[in-house]
């Protein structure tokens, strides 16, 4: 009996795992014979720039054998060495190497032609030293985590006994404010993951990546959710406000992941300007992402001293992953990476702003569409949309 049932597991699998070698080793090329050449598809992910060295890092995003002949710096042939081979294998990588005297800040146009005639091109704005792990370079991406993610978040935190201060009726206020914010943030990683799928090479699947994050981290933290809410009885109230804010820390600290993944990428090429207005902007910005974490304990929170250490665990969760994300980001970043954190980040935002307005409603939608729900709401976009302002500027 059991025979017959791995007989009936195995059977199926083995004939698609024959059937499957067939096809690739002989179709479709091999049933239709033609003269026409196979279509080449390669993807320039990465450009280092090195002291008189160019290094470029590229991907065979087709189906066929893709063989690099001849490299291009500013439309003249220039010399080099590839490795692992000259000829990549779909879904392969290879590494090209050339000794180019590029000056600082100076655009770079690079293209590679292969042996059929394509050419593959890369564009670079202006060439800078791309930051090697270095003790200096390593101290620069920390301090620029800090100052863009850590710093403001837990300055938004401090605003808990203020808030806590305010009368009762002010709560749902407070907690749509929250839902705003949260909703912002959440569209604003969803764009941006929308932008790099576009970066990924197909061959990656960019919208499987993103479909992948973003339903992942919404059923986790939906069964986190559920569990937690099951475990505790005694003080649920205060209970279920700190798994909120531990939630909403949680999706923060994903988006500021993504978000220090692009920043310490940008800064690496030299597309971000670091200037004293834009670490400003960025401190702005990201202070109301405090403001959302400590909201829904602004009701059940009765001693802040007993409790400071969840308030600033939430801010460590929140902010400390700017820091990762902008080192990863400065010495090795992929934009496949960069999409699954983002995407995990919005799904975990949205998960967490739905828990919340399922709450307000107890019962009724009705209910959120009171006239302070609906005032906060509105709040929390604007001033998101507000501070974006100082950002950009």
């Known amino acids: 009996m059991k025979r017959r049932i791995y007989f009936y597991i195995g059977a199926p699998l083995i004939s698609l795992v024959v059937f499957l070698f067939v096809f690739l080793k002989f179709g479709p090329l091999g049933l239709f014979q033609t003269t026409v050449v196979p279509l080449e598809d390669a993807f320039i992910q990465r450009v280092v720039f090195k002291p008189e060295q160019i290094t470029v890092t590229v991907f065979n995003n087709g189906a066929e054998p893709v063989t690099i002949v001849q490299a291009l710096i500013n439309d003249a042939y220039w010399q080099f060495t590839m490795e692992p081979s000259r000829t990549l294998q779909p879904r392969e990588r290879a590494v090209i190497n050339m000794y180019y005297p590029w000056l600082s800040g100076d655009p770079?146009?690079?293209?590679?032609?292969?042996?059929?005639?394509?050419?593959?091109?890369?564009?670079?704005?202006?060439?800078?030293?791309?930051?090697?792990?270095?003790?200096?370079?390593?101290?620069?991406?920390?301090?620029?985590?800090?100052?863009?993610?850590?710093?403001p978040v837990l300055l938004g935190l401090m605003w808990l006994p203020l808030l806590k201060r305010l009368h009762e009726k002010w709560y749902g206020l407070l907690i749509s404010l929250t839902v705003g914010l949260l909703i912002f943030l959440g569209v604003d990683a969803l764009f941006e993951a929308f932008e790099l799928i576009q970066e990924v090479p197909t061959?990656?699947?960019?919208?499987?990546?993103?479909?992948?994050?973003?339903?992942?981290?919404?059923?986790?933290?939906?069964?986190?959710?559920?569990?937690?809410?099951?475990?505790?009885?005694?003080?649920?109230?205060?209970?279920?406000?700190?798994?909120?804010?531990?939630?909403?820390?949680?999706?923060?600290?994903?988006?500021?992941?993504?978000?220090?993944?692009a920043i310490g990428s940008a800064y690496a090429i030299g597309a971000v300007a670091l200037g004293s207005s834009l670490v400003i902007g960025f401190m702005l910005h990201n202070i109301t992402e405090g403001i959302a974490i400590v909201a829904p304990l602004t009701k059940t929170i009765k001693n802040i001293r007993q409790d400071v250490h969840h308030v600033v665990l939430m801010g460590i969760i929140a902010g400390v992953p700017t820091i990762i994300g902008s080192l990863i980001g400065g010495f090795s970043y992929t934009t496949e990476f960069a999409l699954l954190f983002l995407a995990i980040g919005a799904g975990a935002i949205f998960d967490v702003a739905f828990d919340i307005i399922?709450?307000?409603?107890?019962?009724?939608?009705?209910?959120?569409?009171?006239?302070?729900?609906?005032?906060?709401?509105?709040?929390?976009?604007f001033i998101m949309y507000l501070t974006g302002f100082f950002v950009t500027g």
């Open 358 to 381: 399922h709450s307000i409603k107890k019962g009724s939608w009705l209910s959120l569409f009171k006239v302070t729900h609906v005032i906060g709401f509105l709040a929390g976009l």
């Open 203 to 261: 061959a990656l699947n960019g919208s499987g990546i993103f479909l992948i994050g973003f339903l992942l981290s919404i059923l986790v933290l939906s069964a986190v959710s559920h569990k937690t809410e099951h475990l505790f009885d005694t003080d649920h109230e205060h209970t279920q406000a700190l798994i909120w804010g531990y939630l909403i820390a949680l999706g923060i600290g994903l988006h500021n992941l993504g978000e220090g993944l």
């Open 108 to 151: 770079q146009h690079i293209s590679l032609l292969s042996r059929n005639g394509t050419t593959f091109d890369k564009e670079i704005e202006a060439a800078a030293i791309t930051p090697q792990l270095q003790a200096d370079y390593i101290q620069a991406f920390i301090l620029l985590g800090l100052y863009v993610g850590v710093i």
